[in-house]
Every structure is written in C-alpha cells, then in structure tokens.
T-cell receptor, first 117, second 115 residues
Framework: AQTVTQSQPEMSVQEAETVTLSCTYD???????LFWYKQPPSRQMILVIR??????QNATENRFSVNFQKAAKSFSLKISDSQLGDAAMYFC??????????????FGTGTRLKVLA | GAVVSQHPSRVICKSGTSVKIECRSL??????MFWYRQFPKKSLMLMAT?????????EQGVEKDKFLINHASLTLSTLTVTSAHPEDSSFYIC???????????FGDGTRLSIL
C-alpha cells in the first residue's frame, strides 16, 4: 500500500527567508501524481503545486517550487521569500489509481508552518 | 471562483439529531466525490467515495449506516450523519473526483458540533 510521510510536524521561517518542507512516499507504481496543499486557519484546502511523476522537470509556481526525486521517492516543497500569509498547515498528497478507477488521494500528516515577522 | 460549494459551513445540534451536509459541484459534472473527516490538527481521513447513480464506497472502519451518502445527480452529493453523538463532532470536507492528472477541488468544509 502507498504511504506518504511528512516528518516535520512544525516548521518556522523568518519572513522573506526560504523554507523547505519535506515529504517522502512509498509506492510500487511508476505513474502517479503528487500535490502540495495549503490549509490556512480558515481550513480551506488550497492547491499549491502539483507534479507529474513522468516529468523530470521540477514544478514551479511563483515562490513555490518542488524538488522531486523519483528514485528516492522524495517530494519536498520550497517556499521562497516567505510571507506572513504563507502560515498554514501544508499537506503532501499522492494520487493513485484504484481498481474501481477512482483516483483517491493519500495525504501525509501535515506540517504546520509558522512565519515570523 | 469556487468550484465546489459545501453547505452548511457550521452546524451545532443536539445528540440524536441527524445532520445533512451538501456538496455541490458548480461548473462541471462530478461523477465522483470524496468525503473526508478531519480531527483538530490532524490530516484528512477519507471516509467514502461517492459515485453518481450507485452506492458509495466506504473506507475500512467507517460505518455505512452512520454516515449515509447519496449522490443522486451529477452536481450534488450529500452526507448525512445519522443519530449524531458528541464523538461525531468533527470537520467534514468534500472534494471532487476526476482524472488523476487533475487535482481535487475541495469544498470549504463543515464544522459539526454535537452537544
């Protein structure tokens, strides 16, 4: 069975600095998708970035980028120029196929990011 | 704009009451929706997969008779917590299904408090 591990329950970063959140996963599949979601105190789930496993190039969305290491099964999120609004819970998610054809997410346990002014 | 509308956002009710939560896809037809439960400071736990026109698929350990799911149309899925008790208090979130190369779109969640 696939698993997603986020080993950092909490991280802190100074405003304008860079922080990296780690995520590792375990799977026997070769084709899958990985996502990072942000959940602020409002508890909305907001998509931050996604990565297709077949793509070698790391995804980038403005200040957010990933370091995708397929062989190591690692998918870390880098936030550059951190802003106060980045403070939230961050979840790493793996999307797999099931026998029924529906593609469920498997979520990590989350990392709470604090941004210090 | 919002892709998924979830209602109500907050419910407070007495023990023994049944509570219905609605999840609507606004701009597209959703043949599959997912229902999650989230405890404070915890991750999202998938409860069930809602399939339009057929029975929901429940995850292991989730009581089917307790959490009734109906997906009668391509734009609406409902979760009914039957005879709710304080231990059912939680945050419930729905999301759309779809091709695996597309991210899920989440509703804003429902905070359920059973007194």
């Amino acid at each position: 069975a696939q698993t997603v591990t986020q080993s950092q329950p909490e991280m802190s970063v100074q405003e304008a600095e860079t922080v990296t959140l780690s995520c590792t996963y375990d799977t026997s599949e070769s084709d899958y998708y990985l996502f990072w979601y942000k959940q602020p105190p409002s508890r909305q789930m907001i998509l931050v970035i996604r990565q297709e496993a077949y793509k070698q190039q790391n995804a980038t969305e403005n200040r957010f980028s990933v370091n995708f290491q397929k062989a190591a099964k690692s998918f870390s999120l880098k936030i550059s120029d951190s802003q106060l609004g980045d403070a939230a819970m961050y979840f790493c998610a793996y999307r797999r196929g099931t026998t029924s054809g529906t593609y469920k997410y498997i979520f990590g346990t989350g990392t709470r990011l604090k941004v210090l002014a | 704009g919002a892709v998924v509308s979830q209602h109500p956002s907050r419910v407070i009710c007495k023990s023994g009451t049944s509570v219905k939560i609605e999840c609507r896809s606004l701009d597209f037809q959703a043949t599959t929706m997912f229902w999650y439960r989230q405890f404070p400071k915890k991750s999202l736990m998938l409860m069930a997969t809602s399939n339009e026109g057929s029975k929901a698929t429940y995850e292991q350990g989730v009581e089917k008779d307790k959490f009734l799911i109906n997906h009668a149309s391509l734009t609406l899925s409902t979760l009914t917590v039957t005879s709710a008790h304080p231990e059912d208090s939680s945050f419930y979130i729905c999301s759309t299904g779809g091709p695996r190369n597309q991210p899920q779109h989440f509703g804003d969640g429902t905070r359920l408090s059973i007194l």
